[in-house]
């Protein structure tokens, strides 16, 4: 049987097996300089598009409060689970409001990629630039530049976790300026076998338009290598 759905819900479970050789510790000691050098003495975080939560689960070591933000209750059931002391809300990046602002704001391995046009991009900053304290710092991690997306480019990954073995396939696409990505799994539990398919839909924003949101919010811009080689778009708050 296979279950067609929305990108990370049936799925979830599984999300981690396929980032095991993620380095998320030391993307996380990344965040904390970067952080530090925009906004000396940061005390708190705000993590956006946080998924499973394993970003914050290194960050939560170097600050005195984190809190995540998702879209996809699933990928949320998987972070309260693994780690209950940080907490989670569930919420759309360019809508969620929370009643405090913190001193950085991440949105980390190119979730922001998921809005699929310009003011959607423009939304979404906006909205997080509101959750910055003043001095504060944006950090956003954005997709791939539309000049490097590859069409047709197909690949497949499998892991074995301690409750599930998960095996993936991928099939890139593009409409207009939109990146597609076919992803199909099969995941092995104790329940049975289960055959998942997502498509995932990604804006590719040039490095001009993700400068244009920042800008549009009266934050200053500044570009850093990134993360992942896809580039770290900063807004520096105004004291």
Known sequence: MVTVGDPYVAAARVYDLF?????????????????????????TLLDVGCGTGVHLSHLASHYEHVVGVDVSAAMLDEARTSFPQIPFHEGDMRTFA?????????????????????????????????HVAPGGVLLVEGWIDPADWVVGKASAHSSVGEHAAAARVM??????????????????????????????????????????????TGMRYAREEGLTGRGLHVGISRA
């Open 98 to 130: 929370l009643d405090e602002q913190y001193d950085v704001v991440t949105c980390l391995f190119s979730a922001v990629g998921y809005m699929v046009d310009d003011e959607s991009l423009r939304g979404a900053t906006a909205n997080m630039a509101r």
């Open 19 to 43: 980032y095991e050789e993620k380095d998320y510790g030391a993307e996380a000691g990344a965040v904390i300089a970067l952080a530090e050098q925009y906004s000396p003495g940061a005390r």
């Open 171 to 216: 099939l890139s696409g593009r409409e207009g300026d939109v990146s597609t990505i076919d992803m199909h799994y099969v995941i092995a539990t104790l329940d049975g076998i289960e055959h998942v398919a997502e498509q995932h839909r990604l804006g590719l924003f040039t490095a001009q338009q993700y400068r244009d949101a920042v800008e549009a």
